[in-house]
């Protein structure tokens, strides 16, 4: 018997970062947002929650970024956009329309809600916090989930090689 005591109307949103680097173990850089159960509050991310991640893979990284991102509203900000124009560390590339098989992202989604969420019951939405973190806290650790979550969607990282000086230079 399983007692349900309400309806809660406390949402959390996850948004993540699959960082790839040739030569370098993968990272996980992950951002829960937890939303007010006001009348009126956002129940998702903003541009400006993306940014704040960005901006900590770019400080835990070290160096440039390129973010491949979805099709998700958000993530087409033109907020967004204009900040990655003003900040040469950061370039934006949008997939195709209705491509989520290119989304490493998703692959973790899957593996979160397969592996560490799967068949629970969650007591209360601390239970469901207190779960989703240590799911993610658990694929950050492998970074072998994560290079399989990029070979899933058929892509490669590659470093651009230099271009060979014209003739005359």
């Known amino acids: 018997m399983v007692r349900v005591r309400g309806r809660s109307r406390r949402r959390i949103s996850v948004a ?10 993968s990272w996980l850089i992950y951002r829960p947002r937890f939303h007010m159960p006001l009348k009126g509050a956002r129940k998702s991310f903003a ?13 835990q990284l070290g160096g440039p970024i390129m973010v491949v991102g979805d099709n998700l509203n958000t993530h087409r900000a033109a907020d967004l956009r204009k900040y990655a124009e003003g900040h040469g560390w950061l370039t934006l590339v949008q997939l195709p329309s209705y491509a989520p098989d290119l989304n490493p992202v998703e692959g973790i989604w899957s593996l979160l809600r397969r592996r560490y969420m799967a068949n629970v ?27 399989g979550c990029l070979a899933e969607t058929g ?5 651009p090689s230099p271009t060979p000086p014209r003739k005359g230079q």
Do not use: M, S
């Open 16 to 25: 993540a970062a699959a960082c790839y680097t040739p030569g370098e173990p």
């Open 47 to 59: 541009w400006t929650d993306y940014r704040d991640l960005l901006v900590r893979a770019h400080i």
């Open 121 to 147: 019951a969650f007591e209360n939405p601390d239970h469901l916090t207190r779960t989703l973190r240590h799911g993610l806290a658990c694929i950050q650790r492998r970074p072998h989930l994560l290079d």
């Open 155 to 159: 892509l490669t990282i590659t470093t």
